[in-house]
C-alpha cells in the first residue's frame, strides 16, 4: 500500500468532461482529496491524466466485476475510501405505453442497480473504518414525476427511497448517506439523452406529440440551469459538512418541484399537463 499522509479518498462515477461528476471531481480535489476520477473510458476524463491529484479508472456501473475490480483497486493503493459518490446515471425519454421494455431495465441497470451495485462493494470497507459517507444523486423532477421521463424519474425515486433506508441502516456503522438532488444543471445530459432517444421505435399511439417528447430531453439545458461547476462546488462544500444533510437540493427548478411535490395531484396534473402539452 502506498503512502499518501492521511489524505482523504473520494471515488466518483461518471466523471466524463462536460458533465456534474467531472466537476464535482475537480472540487474534491480543489478541498485536498485524493480523487479516484471514474468513467467508462478514460478518454472522456482525458484532461485530468497528468494531474496526480487523480487516480482514473474505467469504471461501469453496468457491471458487478467492473465496480468490484475499481474498489479493490482503490483499498490496496490507499487503504482507504471516505466518499463514495453514485454520480452516473442515464436519461431515458418516451411515453410510458410505447416505451421499450430494454430501455426501462438499462435506466434501472444504470440508475439503480448500478448505484447499488458500488454501495455493496465499498460498504464492507467503510464499516471497518466505522467512517464513510455515501452520496446518490437522485433528482427534482422525482419529486413531481410528469409525462415523457416516467421512466428516468421512477429510477430516482427509486434512489432517494433506497438511499431513506440506507441512511438509518448504515447509522450504526457510522456511515453517512446524502441524497443530492440536482435541479436543472448544465452538462452533457441532454445530448446523451437525444442520442438515446434517436435509438427509439416510431410512436404509433403518441406520434402527434413526437415534438414535445424530443424536447423533453434537453429540457434541463436551458439558460437558467447553473454550471456543473457552480454545483459542484456547493454540493461538496454540504457533503463535507460534520455533520452533513440527509438531502441537498440545488439548480434550476429546485424550489419549483418542492412546491409542486406539496399541491394536490389535480392541480399538479394541470399544471404538467400544460407545461408538457398533452
Ligand atoms: N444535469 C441535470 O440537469 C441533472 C438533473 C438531475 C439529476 N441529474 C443527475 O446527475 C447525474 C450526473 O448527470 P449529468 O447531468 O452530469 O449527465 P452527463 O453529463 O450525461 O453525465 C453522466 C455520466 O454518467 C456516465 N454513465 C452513464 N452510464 C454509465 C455506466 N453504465 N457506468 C458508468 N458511468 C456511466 C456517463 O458516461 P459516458 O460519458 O460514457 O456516457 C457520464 O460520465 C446523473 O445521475 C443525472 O441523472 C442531472
Excluded at 45 to 71: C, I, P, T
Excluded at 101 to 125: C, K
Excluded at 239 to 262: C, E, R
Amino acid at each position: 500500500m502506498e503512502s499518501f499522509s492521511g489524505q482523504q479518498v473520494a471515488l466518483i462515477t461518471g466523471c466524463s468532461q462536460g458533465g456534474m461528476g467531472h466537476a464535482l471531481a475537480l472540487s474534491f480535489a480543489d478541498k485536498g482529496f485524493l480523487v479516484v476520477a471514474t468513467t467508462r473510458s478514460l478518454r472522456s476524463m482525458a484532461d485530468l491524466e497528468d494531474d496526480r491529484r487523480f487516480f482514473l479508472q474505467v469504471l461501469d456501473v453496468g457491471s458487478e466485476e467492473s465496480v468490484n475490480k475499481v474498489v479493490s483497486n482503490v483499498v490496496e493503493k490507499y487503504g482507504r475510501i471516505d466518499v463514495v459518490l453514485n454520480n452516473a446515471g442515464v436519461q431515458c425519454i418516451g411515453p410510458l405505453a410505447e416505451i421499450p421494455l430494454s430501455a426501462l431495465q438499462r435506466t434501472f441497470d444504470t440508475n439503480v442497480y448500478g448505484s447499488m451495485r458500488l454501495i455493496h462493494a465499498v460498504v464492507p470497507h467503510m464499516v471497518l473504518r466505522r467512517k464513510g459517507k455515501i452520496v446518490n444523486v437522485g433528482s427534482v423532477t422525482a419529486l413531481a414525476p410528469g409525462p415523457w421521463a416516467g421512466v428516468y424519474t421512477a429510477s430516482k425515486a427509486a434512489l432517494h427511497s433506497l438511499s431513506d433506508s440506507l441512511r438509518v441502516e448504515l447509522k450504526p456503522f457510522g456511515i453517512d448517506v446524502i441524497t443530492v438532488v440536482p435541479g436543472a444543471v448544465r452538462s452533457n445530459i441532454g445530448n446523451s439523452a437525444l442520442a438515446s432517444y434517436n435509438q427509439m421505435p416510431e410512436w404509433k399511439l403518441y406520434k402527434d406529440f413526437a415534438d414535445v417528447i424530443r424536447e423533453r430531453a434537453t429540457r434541463s439545458q436551458g439558460p437558467n440551469s447553473i454550471s456543473s461547476e457552480e454545483f459542484a462546488k456547493k454540493t461538496v462544500a454540504a457533503i463535507l459538512k460534520k455533520n452533513p444533510p440527509a438531502w441537498f437540493t440545488l439548480g434550476q427548478y429546485s424550489t419549483v418541484f418542492a412546491i409542486l411535490y406539496h399541491l394536490p395531484l389535480f392541480v399538479r396534473d394541470f399544471l404538467m399537463r400544460k407545461a408538457m402539452k398533452c
